[in-house]
């Protein structure tokens, strides 16, 4: 197939350019929604701080909706991406050990921050749940896989006699994604990381 | 001193009407945030809804910030009397399966509940923590609250013998409230009561 050099030069140019709003306009997006909740945001807000006029907004997502469902997507993708850079800086021969040495950074950061945005997942999940159907299937599918990738790390620990055996990996995994999430709520509830910090300890030390 | 009983008998049935239309103004609140939030929910909807003109909600409340933190105090009276009821339902002579049984007719409510509204304090901590210190201040006193008296239940059942006692009352409560929020949150998102009775079985059975 004949290629035209400079037709595809454009081509590519333009593609990188539309990822490059669409990715701007999810972290703005993802940064007001934590902030705002998702009916305290418009759109208007969104793409103005983004600096693109308000009808491009609907060349990438079909409504607010949409947007927040990829938000979402878009979030969980960074925030594995996160845990698992902290994750492979702990001991590589005890999984354990990797698992609450990833938290204790998650939870670094969050005290670092002055905003406790705490977890858009949960966030929405309170706020918008019962309202769209099409956010609460995204979050559903985030978590379920944010809880099968650590149950794969409990299971290794198990297997290296760092963790009980007589609970499932699986139910594991399940009962910490509901004790983190809760933790992350009070953080931003009682505005301290001393939830996430009590959180960790006890889990680790008395429960694992 | 003199009474005039006719002025009596009407400031009296003053004080009651304007107390009934309060508490209905907050039940309204509590209907409506719990179904589309704080940020989605406008003042002239609930006062439409319990039949007041929109300026008589400011005879009883100063802002809708003021609004929602009457409601959060509002929400937990009702939930710990209604709690309360359960537990009394219990055993008298074990605290931890009264416990036990107090938050198993919870998740049967939720579960008969068309709408999985969850808890409101979670939800408005999670959209409005950041937005309203009024708000966050009425749910970081609520939350606190409940600790204390679920933690005083603990404590007669670690006397008991059924409850460990390497870790104290006040860390098990502690961690309990977490681990109840984040299910809660879950119920929402996965539109189901099962995150909440895997929660108990296995704070219950293995946990406490």
Same mark, same amino acid.
């Given at each position: ?6 037709? $595809?030069? $454009? ?44 009808? %491009?907004?609907?060349? $990438?997502?079909? %409504? ?14 960074? $925030? ?21 040495? %990833? ?11 002055? /905003? ?46 760092? /963790? ?13 994604? %509901? /004790? ?29």
């Amino acid at each position: 197939m004949f290629i035209d050099e400079r037709s $595809y030069n $454009y081509n590519m140019k333009r593609t990188r350019r539309n990822e490059h709003i669409r990715e701007r306009l999810l972290d703005a997006g993802l940064d007001f929604f934590s902030k705002q909740g998702y009916n305290g945001t418009g759109i208007k807000e969104i793409v103005d701080a983004v600096g693109v006029p308000k009808g %491009s907004f609907y060349n $990438y997502f079909s %409504s607010k909706e949409d947007f927040a469902a990829n938000i979402i997507r878009h979030y969980a993708e960074g $925030y594995w991406r996160e845990w698992s850079t902290y994750f492979l800086e702990g001991p590589d021969d005890d999984s354990l050990s990797a698992l609450r040495y %990833s938290f204790e950074r998650m939870i670094e950061k969050h005290k670092e921050s002055d /905003v406790k945005a705490g977890c858009i997942v949960g966030n929405l999940g309170a706020e918008i749940s019962e309202s769209s159907e099409i956010c609460r299937n995204a979050m559903q599918t985030v978590l379920k896989e944010w809880r099968e990738r650590f149950a794969k790390y409990v299971l290794i620990a198990q297997a290296q006699g760092t /963790v009980r055996n007589d609970i499932s990996a699986e139910e594991l995994a399940d009962i910490f994604c %509901s /004790v983190w999430e809760g933790s992350l709520l009070r953080m931003k509830i009682e505005n301290s990381t001393d939830p996430l910090k009590r959180c960790i300890n006890l889990m680790f030390d008395k429960f694992f």
